[in-house]
């Protein structure tokens, strides 16, 4: 079953950079779309985006737009989340979750695209946004 691993966490102040990167265990993770959430302590999991497994689609939450950037790397199965002006908000655990489907649509196009619609998850990697 393919495994995906994220990296990249750490601490950050405001306004500064993170770059998060989720990572799968074989070449079929190609085939799927991804999405990536984030869990603050007390709050659901929410997703932040997501691109398609094509990279033809990408949604973003209207609280990262323009701040956070999606991007794929397909010879090192790799999905990119870059966060940039990070804000205190930002703070959270940041999963990447996976469901194989089509080039266009990231997944869950149909229905709400949240937590039930993606299959596979990782195990979370720490964002901590402080002065």
């Known amino acids: 079953q393919l495994q995906l691993v994220e990296s990249g966490g750490g601490l950050v102040q405001p306004g500064g950079s993170l770059r998060l990167s989720c990572t799968a265990s074989?070449?079929?993770?190609?085939?799927?779309?991804i999405g990536w959430f984030r869990q603050a302590p007390g709050k659901e999991r929410e997703r932040v985006l997501c691109i398609s497994s094509g990279s033809i689609s990408t949604e973003y939450a209207d609280s990262v737009k323009g701040r956070f950037t999606v991007s794929r790397e397909y010879a090192k199965k790799t999905v990119y989340l870059q966060m940039d002006n990070l804000k205190s908000e930002d703070a959270a655990i940041y999963y990447c979750?996976?469901?194989?489907?089509?080039?266009?649509?990231?997944?869950?196009?149909?229905?709400?695209?949240?937590?039930?619609?993606?299959?596979?998850w990782g195990q979370g990697t720490q964002v901590t946004v402080s002065a």
């Open positions: 074989d070449i079929s993770f190609n085939e799927y779309g």
């Open positions: 979750a996976a469901k194989k489907g089509p080039r266009m649509y990231c997944p869950g196009y149909e229905s709400s695209g949240g937590v039930e619609d993606y299959d596979l």
